[in-house]
Each structure stands twice: as C-alpha cells, then as structure tokens.
C-alpha cells in the first residue's frame, strides 16, 4: 500500500496519507488500554477470576530504586530479552533492509520490490498464526481454521 502511494503520489504524501491512520490508533488506544485487567470495562468478573486464579496477590509495595534495577537483570528476563533477539534479528534485518536491496541491488521496480517485501510480513502473520494455533492461544487461528482460509493439522 505504501510503495503505491509513494508512486503515485510520492514518499512525503504517503506520510500524509497514513498519518491520520496512526493518530487515530494511537487515540483508540489511549482510550481502550488499561492498566491491569480489572479495570477494563469489557472483561467480566468471571474473566477477572479466571486471571487471577493461582496467583499470589500483587503486592505492589514502596518504590524503591533498588527494585526497579532489579528488574532487567532479572534471569527470566534476560532469557526473554535474548530470545526476543534471537527471533526477530533477522525478521528485522529483511524488514529495514530487503526493499532497498531488492530495488538497487536487484533491479526490482518498487512495486515488485514492495510487493515481495509484504510477502515476508505476511509470511510472519501466518507463522504468527500457525504457532498460535498450535498452542490453542487465539481464537483468530481457530476462525481462520474453520473459514478454510488455512489448514492447520490436527
């Protein structure tokens, strides 16, 4: 979508065009988003059971310097950080830099070029999607499932 902004109306208009499109995500957001789960409005108190079943209660406590720093050197957190990493490194380095190869090195026009960069993003969804439906963790794999739109094996 963007690459035939850019050439239909050039790259400064596309930022024009997709502008409102942010701001009005980012407004939905501030809107939408909460803190913590019981104070949504849309999640019932049967929901808010079921989150909170087995938990030890939060204990919110002082701010401390001390427990903020402690933190990011967490173990948990730092295997996350790595794998976060780990994973996304070279989705990262394909979604920055695989247009501006494809165009310059390749010889691709932009819209070719455009067109086999979202492959890779819709490449990503799907996997997104198969892993979640591997591990039953949302309903969207489930209805893409029974829409035939994808065939996951059982």
């Given at each position: 979508m963007v690459t035939f902004l850019i050439i239909k109306f050039g790259w400064r208009e596309s930022f024009y065009a997709l502008a409102p499109l942010g701001i009005l995500c980012g407004a939905w957001w501030y809107w939408y988003?909460?803190?913590?789960?019981?104070?949504?409005p849309a999640i019932t108190k049967e929901e808010i059971n079921l989150i909170n079943a087995g938990r030890a209660p939060a204990d919110y406590g002082l701010w401390s310097p001390w427990r903020v720093a402690q933190g990011p050197l967490a173990a948990d957190v730092l295997l996350l950080t790595c794998s976060y990493f780990c994973s996304n490194y070279?989705?990262?380095?394909?979604?920055?830099?695989?247009f501006t190869y494809l165009v310059e090195s390749?010889?691709?026009?932009?819209?070719?070029?455009?067109?086999?960069?979202?492959?890779?993003?819709?490449?990503?969804?799907?996997?997104?999607?198969?892993?979640?439906a591997d591990s039953h963790a949302t309903p969207c794999a489930d209805v893409w499932a029974r829409a035939g739109a994808v065939d996951f094996p059982q």
């Open positions: 988003g909460r803190d913590t789960p019981s104070e949504h070279v989705f990262y380095m394909f979604s920055n830099w695989l390749r010889g691709f026009s932009l819209l070719e070029s455009g067109w086999l960069h979202d492959a890779c993003r819709l490449q990503r969804a799907l996997t997104h999607v198969r892993e979640s």
